[in-house]
């Protein structure tokens, strides 16, 4: 197991052949959420910091997390290639569609029908490990393009808003998400 502060070029282009990330937080206490995460949505600022588009879904875990405890854990498998397990560990802030900087971060990523926070994490400490009980697997396709992103499209920007209210509001504990302004 190797330990730095930041991320090399070596490991930034690994992270960027990935399919499939996985995204950890936890309160203070209740549950921990761990969620994969795909399509095209993951950016490389810098050595030291990484956004991610987090699009819509049926629970907000993340986002009701970072109200409490803003730290956060992503990590990459390779399920192809040499093995490796990278993991990111930071702090992390949240912004929405109201917020004065989601157009410049949105810019960064395409056009995806259901785009409901960005998450722009602050890289404290890298780890990578060796990975070899990953299985290999081959990538086939993502099944956003073929249904998730037409779901929330299809449903128009009124209706992402409508689904946001009846199942984006509160964490699965019961948790405020800040999806809303007039939730804060």
């Known amino acids: ?30 549950r921990v959420n761990l969620s994969p995460k795909g399509c095209d949505s993951l950016h490389i600022v810098d050595d030291n910091r990484i956004i991610w588009l987090n699009l819509s ?3 907000n875990e993340t986002a009701a997390h970072l109200r409490e405890a803003n730290r956060m854990t992503l990590m ?5 290639g040499d093995a490796r397990i990278l993991r990111l560990y930071g702090s992390a802030d949240v912004y929405h569609p109201r917020d004065k900087t ?9 056009q995806m029908a259901g785009s409901r926070q960005v998450f722009d994490l602050q890289i404290e400490l890298v780890q990578s490990s060796c990975g070899t009980g990953v299985p290999i697997m081959e990538f ?18 009124d209706g992402v808003r ?7 509001t ?13 939730d804060e």
Not at 148 to 156: C, E, S, T
Not at 162 to 168: A, E, G, L, T
């Open 1 to 30: 197991m190797a330990t730095a502060k930041k991320l090399n070029q070596t490991l930034k282009d690994f992270i960027k052949a990935q399919h499939l990330f996985f995204v950890a937080t936890a309160a203070p206490d209740g």
């Open 57 to 59: 879904g049926s629970g």
């Open 76 to 80: 990459f498998c390779a399920f192809e």
């Open 102 to 110: 989601w157009d410049e971060y949105l810019k960064l990523f395409p």
């Open 140 to 157: 086939q396709q993502t099944r956003a393009d073929s249904e998730m992103l037409p779901f929330y499209d299809d449903m128009g920007p």
């Open 162 to 168: 409508d689904y946001w209210q009846r199942k984006n």
């Open 170 to 182: 509160l964490s699965i504990d019961q948790r405020p998400t800040g999806i809303f302004a007039e």
